[in-house]
């Protein structure tokens, strides 16, 4: 393992609404899991903390409403967060709390940065646009103004994630959801980030299907070295792709360590439950 993180998120906290007296200081006992019944505040996610190292995979796991990929929209600025620290060692970044950084700096972070690859590819991908068009608008916002650049870079991703070229002028919405995801993954990696977020991304999708798209995410990784952040409720998923997993409950971190650790000696009685659903 790598001495140096590539990314450090600190005291990472995120809530709809503005709490009161009865929920701003109060231990998770006095809410209704991370629900504040007096005030209706909701705290998405609470004091999350962690490390991402050079070429690892992160997962992170739990159950809908755990605030996993609430956590991964904070860091990729989707969602304002209400405090905390990310830090990311790069030259360009490094000793700036990201969180604090102008609008027109974590644009530049979002095209040069990070990869993110979403649940509903309708949230990554412009579904009236060609496959190839869409790797282009993510190159242009990146900087790129060569077209035959630009085209040769989009063959070569959509080769990667075996897109027929023959379809590269077909929009996404003709195509099956992993053909979507895969096309979303092509265009999350076209910048060369060293960060890739991958929320949900076999979600909805046949096994077989979601088997195809484990594997070429664990081609990418291993070919590239990329950093990645994989969210998902299921554990199973994180097995097949985590170095290392965090167990997400009520906003909160509840376990975190190596997978096969967690896997195979379960700390937390939820974190039991999601090992033994396994079987």
């Known amino acids: 393992m790598y001495e140096q993180p590539i990314l450090q998120v600190k005291h990472l ?11 701003t200081n109060a231990a998770q006992a006095n809410l209704i899991k991370n629900y504040c019944p ?4 909701i705290y998405a996610c609470r004091n999350v903390s962690f490390d991402v190292y050079p070429g690892e995979i992160l997962g992170i796991v739990g159950e ?12 990729y600025f989707d969602k304002e967060v209400t405090a905390g620290e990310v830090y990311l060692h ?10 604090t950084i102008s609008s027109q700096k974590k644009r530049y972070v979002r095209n040069h940065k990070y990869g993110m690859v979403y649940q509903n590819p309708v949230k990554g991908l412009k579904m009236n646009f060609s496959s190839i068009g869409n790797i282009a608008e ?8 060569n077209v035959t650049a630009m085209q040769r870079i989009g063959q070569d991703l959509l080769e990667t994630v075996h897109i027929p070229l023959f379809r ?5 919405g003709n195509f099956s959801g992993g053909m979507q995801q895969r096309v979303q993954i092509a265009k999350a990696l076209s910048n060369q980030p060293p960060i890739l977020f991958l ?3 076999t979600t909805g999708l046949d096994l077989s299907v979601q088997a195809a798209v484990i594997d070429l995410i664990k081609l990418i990784q291993r070919e590239l070295q990329i950093s990645m952040i994989v969210v998902s409720h ?13 167990v997400m409950l009520n906003g909160e971190v509840i376990e975190q360590g190596l997978t096969d650790q967690i896997l195979e000696d379960p700390a937390h009685s939820y974190t039991q439950q999601l090992v033994y659903s396994m079987l």
């Open 168 to 172: 590269m002028k077909e929009a996404p």
């Open 38 to 41: 007096k005030c209706g505040t």
């Open 13 to 23: 906290n995120k809530q709809f609404g503005s709490g009161c007296r009865h929920c």
């Open 199 to 201: 929320d949900e991304v």
């Open 234 to 246: 299921d554990l199973a998923v994180i097995r097949m792709l985590a170095d290392r997993t965090l």
């Open 90 to 99: 790069d030259p360009e970044f490094e000793g700036l709390n990201l969180l």
């Open 138 to 145: 993510k190159l242009i916002a990146a900087g790129n103004r």
């Open 64 to 75: 809908s409403g755990s605030g996993k990929s609430t956590v991964m929209h904070c860091l």
